[in-house]
């Protein structure tokens, strides 16, 4: 028998305005989620998406119009109800793009914030202070002045801060945006290390796809203030069910087509397309006939430099660029009047106007409904 999912946050028909009169955005329309306890749940999308909208809000930083919000099995606002809960009396904790870490205060003094303002015995504050240091990494430094700390540094002691109060949820909003990239990678190991020792519902904000499948257990696509779509990494990287998914979380090749077999028992789909009749596996339901696109990864595509015998999806193509990358060479090969995205072993040098042949492997062309959002702006869309 399987063990019954415990939400600690649960999210509900959140709808969310700003301004007034002809000069009101619609920014949240209908958000409804579950997020488990224990996770790292990343909202992901595009600047405007509605991503740190949803977090304030959660955060009890902006009062929805309608909708509900519980956090550890209480409700913490429901417009029907009329119950708000502020900011300071909601079991969270919360680090933001500016860490706000005071200059004249020591790391001590700094973590210690929270619980001095709540007039805490001054033994219970060393006590807590202390634990979690050691938690963040940073024991031994309590007496290290503010400035005096590197940018990694800093951002530990935000989220000692955060954690000082036991919170039930962690909310993370942009927290590596003001990091150096060389940085930013080293703390997102350090952010999933963390969570997963304090075992803490963390919930993350981020429009860096590398970073949301880097750290998360689970991502909330969000655009135009809707959820998109929900699931773990490797299922909306690998299987995404939405083309604006495919195109923003990571990059993609996408060929347009009519399906003429949808498959099944585990034969592939076929789909009509410029580049011959290729095989796929539906992501979604699809229906016989209709347009369709299939999506595929750049390192899914196989480079032959002589045509490959017996394999499915081979079509013939001429590379235009080849970009030596260190871990790969990434091309541009043109197959008829499109352009195809390839990542290729970085032995595998090619050069310019070089006839090959690309196996497109049918278990990772992943066919897609051609209708999508409408309206969505192609800088958006990940490189």
């Known amino acids: ?27 949240l329309k209908g958000v409804s989620l579950d997020i488990p306890e224990g996770s ?23 009062r929805p119009e309608s909708g509900t919000i519980s956090i550890d099995g209480k409700t913490v606002f429901a417009a029907g109800d009329r119950v708000y809960v502020p900011t300071n009396r909601r079991p969270i904790g919360m680090v933001f793009q500016s860490y706000a870490i005071w200059p004249h205060m020591t790391v001590f003094e700094n973590v210690a914030y929270p619980l001095t303002i709540q007039r805490r015995p001054k033994s219970e504050i060393r006590e807590r202070v202390a634990n979690v240091l050691k938690v963040v990494g940073l024991h031994g430094l309590e007496d290290r002045p503010a400035p005096k700390l590197s940018g990694g540094q800093q951002q530990r002691v935000a989220f000692a801060r955060a954690l000082v109060n036991q919170p039930k949820v962690l909310l993370l909003d942009e927290p590596l945006s003001n990091l150096d990239a060389k940085l930013r990678e080293q703390m997102r190991f350090e952010i999933k290390a963390l969570q997963r020792r304090v075992n803490i519902t963390t919930i993350y904000v981020t429009h860096d796809q590398s970073e949301a499948l880097a750290i998360s257990d689970q991502i909330a696509v969000m655009h135009g203030g809707k959820l998109i779509e929900i699931g773990s990494p490797h299922e909306l990287y690998s299987r995404p069910k939405r083309k604006f998914t495919a ?25 009509e397309t410029k580049k011959g009749v290729l095989c796929f596996v539906p992501a979604t339901a699809m229906q016989k006939n209709q347009p369709a696109v299939i999506s595929i990864r750049p390192e899914h595509i196989q480079v032959h430099k002589r ?24 091309c541009q090969i043109a197959v008829g009047d499109d352009l195809l995205r390839v990542h290729t072993h970085p032995f595998l040098s090619m050069t310019p106007g070089e006839k090959v042949y690309l196996h497109l492997d049918p278990q990772s062309c992943n066919g897609l409904p051609a209708e999508d959002i409408e309206g969505i702006d192609e800088s958006m869309l990940g490189e």
């Open 307 to 330: 045509k490959p015998e017996g394999l499915d999806n081979v079509v013939e193509g001429t590379v235009k660029e080849s970009v030596f990358m260190g871990d790969a060479y990434h």
């Open 247 to 271: 195109t923003f979380l990571g990059l993609t090749n996408l060929i347009e087509g009519r399906v003429l077999e949808l498959g099944g028992n585990s034969a592939p789909g076929r789909m």
């Open 40 to 62: 790292l749940y990343t909202f992901l999308g595009p600047s405007g998406c509605g991503k740190t909208t949803t977090l304030r809000c959660v955060a009890g930083l902006e």
């Open 1 to 27: 028998m399987m063990a019954q999912t415990t939400y600690m946050v649960q999210i509900a028909h959140l709808e969310k305005y700003f301004g007034e009169d002809r000069e009101r955005v619609h920014v």
